[in-house]
T-cell receptor, first 118, second 111 residues
Framework: NAGVMQNPRHLVRRRGQEARLRCSPM?????VYWYRQLPEEGLKFMVY????????ESGMPKERFSAEFPKEGPSILRIQQVVRGDSAAYFC????????????????FGQGTRLTVV | DAKTTQPTSMDCAEGRAANLPCNHS???????VYWYRQIHSQGPQYIIH???NNETNEMASLIITEDRKSSTLILPHATLRDTAVYYC????????????FGTGTRLTVIP
């Protein structure tokens, strides 16, 4: 689990600003998943990406949220014009396989980024 | 909608076995049961998974009933560091690429 690196660990933004959350998957993993956890709730799936492709974004809010996983560099979750309701912990997970095949392995999670919107 | 049902919270004495139940009565034949846990303020940690046979690893044992409608995660000798929220997860739908986390069971290990 320590192999998935997320930064920053804590991020404070004022309403209307942009938040950028970064995730570097474990070495050799080309599949990245983003989850959001509101206070006192379970994790909710947001988006699944492979290198340079968004595979499943069924959990992403339709506006202000976007994600990318470029050929080089970390995956980025971007939240534009943040509002107080965006305050949450955002977790990234990576796995070596995708398209459901990884269900017979496990996904490794990072330590999360805690976003606070003031 | 959640496909699993777990008790909200449980207590366990340190050194004793912790048995965490999970109901998944609508599980399909090709769906796996996964267990993750989340220690306060940390990312979820994989524990174990299984399809229909009982499984054991260095962390825990997973007992799945013959009809697969329920399962139990067993931590054989609970320690204070096992205090966490434990999530029982089944695959949401064929072809889905994500895990569906419910609210889990908050296990408190008592000294």
């Amino acid at each position: 689990n320590a192999g998935v690196m997320q930064n920053p660990r804590h991020l404070v933004r004022r309403r209307g600003q942009e938040a950028r959350l970064r995730c570097s998957p474990m070495k050799g993993h080309s599949h990245v998943y983003w989850y959001r956890q509101l206070p006192e709730e379970g994790l909710k799936f947001m988006v699944y990406l492979q290198k340079e492709n968004i595979i499943d974004e069924s959990g992403m809010p339709k506006e202000r949220f976007s994600a990318e996983f470029p050929k080089e560099g970390p995956s980025i979750l971007r939240i534009q014009q943040v509002v107080r309701g965006d305050s949450a912990a955002y977790f990234c997970a990576s796995s070596p396989l995708g398209q459901g095949a990884w269900l017979n392995t496990e996904a490794f999670f990072g330590q999360g980024t805690r976003l606070t919107v003031v | 909608d959640a496909k699993t049902t777990q008790p909200t919270s449980m207590d366990c004495a340190e050194g004793r076995a912790a048995n965490l139940p999970c109901n998944h009565s609508t599980i399909s034949g090709n769906e796996y049961v996964y267990w993750y846990r989340q220690i306060h303020s940390q990312g979820p940690q994989y524990i174990i998974h299984g399809l229909k046979n009982n499984e054991t690893n260095e962390m825990a044992s997973l007992i799945i009933t013959e009809d697969r409608k329920s399962s139990t995660l067993i931590l054989p000798h609970a320690t204070l560091r096992d205090t966490a929220v434990y999530y029982c997860i089944v695959r949401v739908a064929a072809g889905a690429n994500n895990l569906f986390f419910g609210t889990g069971t908050r296990l408190t290990v008592i000294p």
